[in-house]
């Protein structure tokens, strides 16, 4: 096995730290990349979006989405969905695999939780998680559930997935 180069009156430990700190970095920076989703049932309007991924084909891919709604920002329909930025390796789409929580928040009242999973076509489907006697159950995001979307709300998540090769 080959010795790490090791600086000049560098101990040990300094090394450790020198090398976390990169690997630090890297995690931070993650060579974030854009995506520019396509929507079902979700008309953007003059909404905000943030979506960003880190990943390529045949690795583990990170994306995080947040819209903030606008005044013509809708959900038109049941199941919004939002196309992934990379193809999704298969698999994923069986019995929709859970890939992160969601945020579904109603400005100003309360944060209602959600799950993102991949739906039999590869895009992203966010549900909404409610309660329905003792557990928690999925239930379809319209445009009165978890509750009635309007100006300052937000749909915000973090996935994780293998991308195809």
């Keep these: 096995m080959p010795r790490a180069r090791q600086y000049p009156e560098e101990t040990p430990i300094a090394a450790l730290e020198r090398r976390l700190a990169i690997l630090e970095g890297i995690i931070q920076t993650g060579n974030w990349r854009p995506w520019t989703p396509a929507y079902t049932n979700l008309t953007i309007g003059a909404g905000t979006v943030l979506a960003r991924y880190t990943g390529s084909p045949g690795k583990l891919v990170v994306a995080q989405y947040r819209l903030d709604f606008a005044g013509d920002t809708t959900i038109d329909g049941t199941n919004p969905t939002i196309s992934a930025p990379i193809t999704p390796r298969a698999g994923y789409q069986v019995n929709r695999t859970p890939l992160g929580l969601v945020m579904l928040r109603d400005d100003g009242n309360a944060n209602h939780p959600g799950v993102a999973s991949l739906d039999t076509t590869g895009v992203i489907e966010?549900?909404?998680?409610?309660?329905?006697?003792?557990?928690?159950?999925?239930?379809?995001?319209?445009?009165?559930v978890p509750h009635t979307w309007g100006n300052l709300d937000v749909i915000a998540f973090t996935v994780a997935f293998e991308a195809a090769v």
């Design 126 to 144: 966010i549900m909404a998680l409610l309660a329905s006697g003792t557990h928690l159950e999925t239930a379809a995001v319209t445009a009165t």
